[in-house]
Structures are given as structure tokens and as C-alpha cells.
């Protein structure tokens, strides 16, 4: 038996990798953990949170102009965007703090540089050789930018639009996905001028198209402004000032210029190709169910394998490999049912499928649906409606699809998640008792079927 210096070297301290290699550490093996940059990750160092956060400050926003029609008189209303970015980065600054105490509680070595893998059991770090009989990949995506004319130097990433030093007075946002949606809510909410820029006819291509079409009207609503079927076909600086060309001959002049088409694997100076790890199109780790690569010392998690790239996914996963490999209970992360939500504003939120996939599946299926305006907006004065839609197995009368539109809707579908499951049919969704009032109960009230 080769003796080496640790059972399990993790390369990536974000959330995946520090929860398998903490569980790990817990069941007694001897365990590192590599990381280039701060701890936490995407998700809490320029993502999840950090967006959350900046979110929840903008929605103040909408909370201040919906409160005159209670009664409240709010004059002089101004927003610090210097002070929100500085509570942010406290807020971060203190969550990284807890994921270093995590690892040195489990007894898990931090070994702060960037680390190569050179061998099926080598990885190389800061110039030191260390081995491990098993090695796991969990350095996550990077925000990817499209090879448009002016765009590499011009346009920043989500990851910069974190940390802007002033709120720009007029930003265009490239995608229509979900970092170009919550970053749309955050920008227009806090006053810039805000322009999405995007290539099909409503954003979130794979979303319902119900939700699609509803969410497009409130974001107009909201004072974003769309741009479909539309893409950028040059950037250029002109003094302090963008130039973004479009390919319907238009030009729009904007201070920020923000690329939200998508992230990548970040595999690109790993070694990877060196030592055999078969990797796929656009550079993500291809692994078995159990998150083993092709070389068989080797295992990736998290969004670098590109399956489903949602930060409690790869939590899952690493949790997964760590009871597999070292709790003595060999099991494997479901990717059935995970509900996600889009914290644009408002918010958007969903499990299952929709209805054009079960069409598409051949899957006959009754549509319940409802829309209506939240009893908040009755008088607050704002138009804006909820959406909600139930998606239902007609043989079996399963729910397999739940969307919604609407506030709050993120904190909803959690329950719904459990629920469908457990395999609960819309009878069992018909004999639970609504909470009243709430926009929730609406979803155990939806009775007639769409015709
Ligand atoms: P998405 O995949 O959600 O969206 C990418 C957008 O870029 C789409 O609108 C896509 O258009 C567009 N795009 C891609 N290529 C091109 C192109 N060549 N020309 C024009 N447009 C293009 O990616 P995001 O960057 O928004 O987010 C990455 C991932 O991170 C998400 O998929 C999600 O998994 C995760 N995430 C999750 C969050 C959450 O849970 N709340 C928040 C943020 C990110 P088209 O649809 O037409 O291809």
C-alpha cells in the first residue's frame, strides 16, 4: 500500500469543498484543502450572498413607495450605495471568518496557494509536492464573456459588480439569465437606468413561458428596460462613457457595461488534460454518479462538473462523497426536484418541470394557474400582479411542475419542494388547509384546470 501524505486533498475552499472536506475530517481521515483566493467560494465571496444582500438593500426601494399608500409620508428618500458595499463586505469579511474556524475545528489543513494536479495522486502547491490517495475538484465557474468586438476590456462581470466603487447612472446588462435578472432588480431598484440586453424574446430560456412572458412585464414595470432578440455587436470607450453597437443598428451610451451570458468550468490551469481527467465541451469535469472522474483517484464536485450548478447541490454532493468515501454509507445526491429561485424583483421561483417540457415528454398534463394582485398591492397602488402555476400528471394526479412569480415566492417553494417530493398529488395540495390571508394559500385553492 503507497503511504501518502493525506487520505483526501480538496482543491476549492467555496461551499462543496468545504463541506466534504469537514465531513470528511469528521469521520477521521486525514484531510487538506487547497484555496488561491478567499474562503467561501463563489457563493459567499461573489455570488449568493454578497447578490442577497445587495438585493435585500435595493427592495427597500420598492418597501419606501409602497408605504405612502399605508400612510407614510417618506420625503427626502436617498440611497448610499458607499454605505450598503462597505456593510456587504463586513458581512462577507465575517462569513469567511467562520468558514476558516469550520476547517480548523474539523481538524482540516488550510493550505493557502494554487494548486496543481500533477499526478492521479499529486497535487502541486506553492512549489511542494503533496500527495493523497484521493483527490477532490471543486473549484467551481467563472463568469465567461463573449468574444464580441470591445466586450474582454470593456465589460465587467457580476464579479466586479459587487465591489463598484459608485452606482452607475446608466448600465446595460448583456443575458437574460439569472445573474443578468438579479443584477437588473438591484440596478434599476437603486435608481441607475437599466437596460437588458437579450437574445431570445423573453429572458430565463428553460423557465415556464408563462413565468417568461409575466416576469418581462414586471421588469418593464419595475422601469427596466428590455431589449429582446437582441445582442451587442461592438463596445467601445469614448472617454468616460461605453458605446454598445446593436445588431438592430441601435447605439446606447451607458457608464457600466455588465456580461451576464454565462459561467464556465474553472478548469482551465489545473492540469487536468495532463494526467487523463476527461473533460467535455466546454471544459467541465466529466464524472460517474458518485462523482468520480476518469482517473479513478480523482473526484470533482459542485459547478466545475457543470450538472446542476446551484451552491446547495454542490453542499450535497461533497456531503455525499465524504459519507460515501469515509462515513461507511455509500450513497448519491439526487439531482430529481431541486427548486431554485431567481431573486430578481420580483422574485421568481420553481421546481419541477413545465408545461413545455411535459409536452415535450409526451406527458399529458392538467395546467392550474392563477394571477392575481397580492392584497399588499390593493393599496399600495402598485399594479403588479403575482403569478402562480401547478403543473399536474393527469394519470396519476402528481404535481410535477410549480412555478410562481411573485414576493416571497423563494421562501414558498421550499415547502412545495417537500411536498412534491414526497410524490404529492394535487388531491393532497386540495385537502391542505390555506393559511390566510397569504399569497401561499393560492396554491391549495387552484380548483378549475386551465382549458
Ligand atoms: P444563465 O445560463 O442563467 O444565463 C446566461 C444568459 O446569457 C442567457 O440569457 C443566455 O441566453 C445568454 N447567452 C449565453 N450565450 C450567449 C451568446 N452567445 N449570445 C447572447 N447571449 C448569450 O447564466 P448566468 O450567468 O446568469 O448564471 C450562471 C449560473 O449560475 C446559472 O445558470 C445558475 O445555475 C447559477 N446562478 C444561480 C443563482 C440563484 O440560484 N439565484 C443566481 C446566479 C447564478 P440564452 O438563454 O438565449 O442561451
Known sequence: MATHDYDLIVIGAGSG????????????????????????????????????????????????????GFGWQIEGLMHNWGALISAKDAEISRLEGIYRKLLENAGVDLIEG????????????????LTAERILIAVGGVPS??????????AITSNEALDLKELPEKI?????????????????????????????????????DDVRAHIANCLTDRGVKLHPNTSITKVEKN?????????NNEMIDANQLLAAT????????????????????????????????????????GDVT??????????????????????????????????????????????GITEKQAIDRNISVLIFESKFKAMKNTISGRAEQSYMKLVVEHETDKVIGAHMVGPDCAEIMQGIAIAMKMGATKSDFDATVGIHPTAAEEFVTMRTPRV
Open 17 to 68: 469543498g468545504v463541506r466534504a472536506s469537514r465531513i470528511s475530517a469528521s469521520f477521521g481521515a486525514k484531510v487538506a484543502i487547497v484555496e488561491k483566493d478567499r474562503l467561501g467560494g463563489t457563493c459567499v465571496i461573489r455570488g449568493c450572498v454578497p447578490k442577497k444582500l445587495l438585493v435585500y438593500g435595493a427592495s427597500f426601494a420598492h418597501e419606501a413607495v409602497d408605504a405612502e
Open 114 to 129: 494554487k494548486g496543481i494536479i500533477i499526478g492521479p495522486n499529486e497535487v502541486l502547491v506553492n512549489g511542494k509536492t
Open 239 to 247: 472617454s468616460d462613457k461605453l458605446s454598445v453597437s446593436l445588431d
Open 145 to 154: 464573456i463573449l468574444n464580441t468586438k470591445g466586450m474582454a476590456e470593456n
Open 306 to 351: 457543470d450538472r446542476v450548478t446551484l451552491t446547495p447541490v454542490a453542499i450535497g454532493e461533497g456531503h455525499a462523497f465524504a459519507d460515501t468515501f469515509y462515513g461507511n454509507n455509500q450513497r448519491i445526491m439526487s439531482h430529481e426536484l431541486i427548486a431554485s429561485a431567481v431573486f430578481s424583483q420580483p422574485p421568481i421561483a420553481c421546481v
Open 262 to 301: 454565462g459561467r464556465q468550468p474553472n478548469t482551465a490551469s489545473l492540469g487536468l488534460d495532463k494526467i487523463g481527467v476527461k473533460m467535455g465541451d466546454v471544459g467541465q469535469i466529466l464524472v460517474s454518479e458518485n462523482g468520480q472522474t476518469s482517473v479513478p483517484s480523482i473526484f470533482a464536485i
Open 172 to 208: 446595460i446588462i448583456q443575458g437574460g439569465g439569472y445573474i443578468a435578472l438579479e443584477f437588473a432588480g438591484i440596478f434599476a431598484s437603486l435608481g441607475s437606468d437599466t437596460h437588458l440586453i437579450f437574445r431570445s424574446e423573453f429572458p430565463l430560456r428553460g423557465f415556464d
